[in-house]
C-alpha cells in the first residue's frame, strides 16, 4: 500500500509493525514535425520527446513481527514482574493470605523480571531523512493507581538506528536515523530495542496496563 504519510507502530505495554509500498509511473510525450515535398535532397526534420518519471516514497518501519517485505498485524507486548524480597531473611512471600514470613520491617526490595523485552525493530524508506517519535496512547495504570511511561526506557543496539524516549504524556522529542546510502536519501537499517522498568518508586500493588504508538516520519 502506498503511505505519503508517515506509518505508524504501537507498543501495550506494546507494539505492532506497519509497511507502506510504492511503484514508479513513466509518461512520454512526442510531437509531430513534417517537412517536403522539395526538390531539394536531403531532407530532415524534428521531433521532440518529453519524458516525465515520477518515484513515489515509501517508508517501512516494523517493531516486533513482519520482517520485510511481510507486513505485521499483531501488537507486540512487552511485560515486567516485579517480585519482592523480605528484609530479615531474604525471604520471598508465598502467595496467599495469612502466609507467616520472617521480616525485619524494612521496606522489601523488588526484583524486576522482563518478558518479551527485546523486539526486532527495522526501518526502510527512500524518503530522505527519517524522524521517529513515541506517543503516549495510553498510561500505564491499574484502576486510579498509575505509572508514569518514561520510566519505560529503551536502549538500542545500533546507534543508527536510535529508539525515542517515551514521554508521560503526548508525543516525545524527535530522533534521527542515519540513512545507509545516496546522501542520506536511502535508509536501510535494523537493531534490536531492549525495553526496560526504572523501578523508581514504590507502587501500589496490580497490574499496570498502557501503550505506547512509535511513528517513523520523512520530510
Sequence with gaps: MKLPQAPRTSCRFALAGAVAGVLGTGIAQAASSTVGPSASVPLSTGVNLDFTIAIDKFIFFRIGDGAWPTPGGTTSTVSFVLTPSIPGGPTTPVAGNNTPVNWSGAAPNF???????????????NGGQITLRATATTPLASGANTIPLSEITIASSDTNLPAPQIPNTGTGTAVNVVGTSFANLVTQRSATWTFSYANLASRTAGTYTGQVTFTASSP
Design 111 to 125: 526484583s524486576v523480571t522482563p518478558s518479551n523485552n527485546a523486539l526486532p525493530v527495522e526501518v526502510r524508506s
